[in-house]
């Protein structure tokens, strides 16, 4: 079988979770599949890059659409295309179409829900979730990265055939994560690996939850250092309110704030994960998340909002602890305080308990071994390629 995998985000170009989730899958699918790559933005090895210069000038998801029209005119004969995020969905759509084949989508997110991108794509995020739409409707099999992601793309989209939905989990490279006692990288940046510390690592996003973190932190035992590894935010206002939110941080706890605005190098972060106390996650909205994954497996205790495909990861009470958050009361500023100091007691709870953090770390690491390997996750992929490929001759 010969598949084209269409993404936008390719090695070494890589910011989020999609892009992590392809870089690992890619190679362990070439040992099962004959694989072609489209990608976007610079030329790049093991790809075919397109860039998002057409029509100049317009709307960023404009360009997007014309990348994928340009996907789709270079992409080689094959006998599936496999798309992910609406990034690539209309190319990954078109050519199913264009090529008589068969197309699987992976859903890493979904438009509907996550309605603050309408600030940051304009008129574009009508667009994404027009093309989202439409592909999920005319795929083959759509997968999702959890049951709870397979349950929103069921409700978000009613009328697809339940069939057609399939649940194959993100995983971790274990060969890549796992606890290092390197401490070149934390030493670096101003990290002191023998004092207690509170990682996160993500963008500055809404959907990160990273202003609740921030305000949240103002409550930790004292003398926890809390470092954010946090990058590219989507828009000029989230930004200003991170900024802000951490500046009055930084004003209350001084040196043990620490913010690198960079990208990280992969085994400064592993450094820095496998010597925290533990890891934080307060998402709003979140398919599987990654990050725990990674952290999990430097064996670093996780402390996570119970949102979307994170409960399928991060098992309370024995690899973290999860803090309830209900979406629909996101916007009450009372509803907010009150999680953020649920989140901020669940954090002080395991820095108060350093032993309880360390056996969360060992069990982490090993649920990661067990059950999210990725050459597990390239074999239930093609099934995935299989089943749908049935699906489109009968």
């Known amino acids: 079988m010969r598949v084209s995998i269409v993404t936008r985000e390719y090695p070494p170009s890589i910011y989020g979770g999609a892009g992590v989730h392809v870089a690992q899958l890619v190679p362990r699918l070439a040992k099962l599949v004959?694989?072609?790559?489209?990608?976007?933005?610079?030329?790049r090895p093991g790809a075919t890059a397109h860039a998002e210069d057409f029509p100049p000038g317009a709307n960023a998801s404009l360009r997007v659409f014309g990348a994928d029209l340009d996907i789709v005119a270079a992409m080689p004969k094959v006998d599936l295309v496999h798309s992910h995020t609406w990034y690539a969905n209309l190319a990954g759509h078109l050519a199913g179409v264009y090529q008589s084949i068969p197309h699987v989508v992976t859903a890493h997110s979904l438009e509907p829900l996550r309605p603050w991108k309408r600030a940051q794509l304009g008129g574009g995020y009508e667009l994404s979730g027009w093309a989202e739409r439409t592909a999920y409707e005319g795929a083959s099999a759509i997968i999702g990265v959890s049951t709870a992601m397979a349950a929103d793309?069921?409700?978000?989209?009613?009328d697809l055939d339940a069939s057609k939905i399939h649940v194959v989990r993100n995983g971790i490279d274990t060969t890549e994560f796992f606890h290092d006692d390197g401490a070149q990288w934390p030493a670096s940046i101003g990290v002191d690996v023998n004092r207690p510390s509170v990682v996160f690592v993500g963008r500055i996003?809404?959907?990160?939850?990273?202003?609740?973190?921030?305000?949240?932190?103002?409550?930790?035992?004292?003398?926890?250092?809390?470092?954010?590894?946090a990058s590219s935010p989507d828009t000029p206002e989230i930004a200003a309110q991170f900024e802000q939110a951490y500046d009055a941080l930084k004003a209350e706890r001084g040196g043990d704030v620490i913010w690198v605005k960079d990208m990280a190098p992969r085994q400064g972060v592993r450094e820095l994960l496998s010597h925290a106390t533990l890891?934080?996650?307060?998402?709003?909205y979140e398919p599987l998340g990654i990050v725990n994954l990674e952290a999990m497996a430097c064996e670093t205790a996780v402390v996570a909002s119970a949102v979307g495909g994170i409960p399928e990861v991060v098992d309370d009470g024995v690899t973290g602890t999860l803090v309830a958050y209900d979406p629909e009361k996101g916007d009450d500023p009372a509803y907010q305080g009150d999680f953020e100091a649920r989140f901020a007691a669940a954090?002080?709870?395991?820095?108060?308990d350093p032993a309880k953090a360390r056996r969360f770390g060992l069990a982490g690491r090993r649920r990661c071994l067990d059950e999210f390997s990725w050459e597990t996750i390239a074999r239930q992929t093609v099934a995935v390629y299989e089943a749908a490929v049935s699906r489109h001759r009968s």
């Open 153 to 158: 793309i069921a409700r978000v989209y009613p």
């Open 205 to 229: 996003t809404r959907q990160k939850g990273l202003v609740h973190l921030l305000r949240a932190a103002r409550q930790f035992a004292p003398g926890t250092q809390i470092v954010l590894l």
């Open 347 to 352: 954090v002080n709870d395991l820095l108060a």
């Open 34 to 43: 004959d694989v072609d790559v489209q990608c976007m933005g610079e030329p």
């Open 279 to 284: 890891f934080a996650c307060p998402s709003i």
